[in-house]
């Protein structure tokens, strides 16, 4: 059985009301669509709610109410997660607040210092970190260590 099965395609809509009243056309569409394929025969539904072509075994589409775009009144149903589950979203705000570097107790002063060009490419030559080996040394010669 070889046949164009019925498609209902909308990523090329947005959100504007011309392209609703597009996105509920084409739904028409589709739903007679796939009832007269089903009425016909050839095709039957699985557990998860799509259709397949008997003979081949080719999924051939959902079932029209999953696939069906919502109407104004069920999207007004429709709460926000953190009114839903405020415990849960409280957990997942406290989760993502305590990500990153911890705050230190102490924090360093960023200052401009201007330094022999030697100073700077000695403690460049030996990597990473080549600030805080300077700090650490500065630490040391000022016996604040």
Same mark, same amino acid.
């Given at each position: 059985?070889?046949?164009?099965?019925?498609?209902?395609?909308?990523?090329?809509?947005?959100?504007?009301?011309?392209?609703?009243?597009?996105?509920?056309?084409?739904?028409?569409?589709?739903?007679?669509?796939?009832?007269?394929?089903?009425?016909?025969?050839?095709?039957?539904?699985?557990a998860d709610g799509w259709w397949v072509e008997t003979s081949t075994g080719d999924l051939? &589409?959902? #079932?029209?109410? +999953?696939? @069906?775009?919502?109407?104004?009144?069920?999207? *007004?149903?429709? =709460? $926000?997660?953190?009114?839903?589950?405020?415990?849960?979203?409280? &957990?997942? #705000?406290?989760? +993502?607040? @305590?990500?990153?570097?911890?705050?230190?107790? *102490?924090?360093? =002063? $960023?200052?401009?210092?201007?330094?022999?060009?030697d100073i700077v490419d000695h403690y460049k030559a030996r990597g990473k970190g080549w600030q805080s080996r300077m700090n650490d040394?500065?630490?040391?010669?000022?016996?604040?260590?």
């Amino acid at each position: 059985m070889t046949r164009k099965w019925p498609q209902f395609i909308t990523a090329d809509l947005g959100d504007s009301k011309a392209d609703d009243a597009e996105r509920t056309r084409r739904w028409h569409e589709y739903d007679r669509a796939m009832k007269d394929l089903i009425a016909k025969g050839g095709v039957h539904q699985d557990a998860d709610g799509w259709w397949v072509e008997t003979s081949t075994g080719d999924l051939v &589409g959902p #079932d029209p109410a +999953i696939e @069906r775009p919502t109407e104004l009144d069920e999207d *007004t149903s429709v =709460k $926000p997660f953190r009114e839903v589950f405020p415990e849960l979203a409280d &957990g997942i #705000d406290q989760e +993502i607040a @305590r990500r990153g570097r911890p705050k230190a107790e *102490t924090t360093k =002063k $960023p200052v401009t210092i201007r330094l022999d060009p030697d100073i700077v490419d000695h403690y460049k030559a030996r990597g990473k970190g080549w600030q805080s080996r300077m700090n650490d040394d500065l630490r040391k010669l000022a016996g604040l260590q």
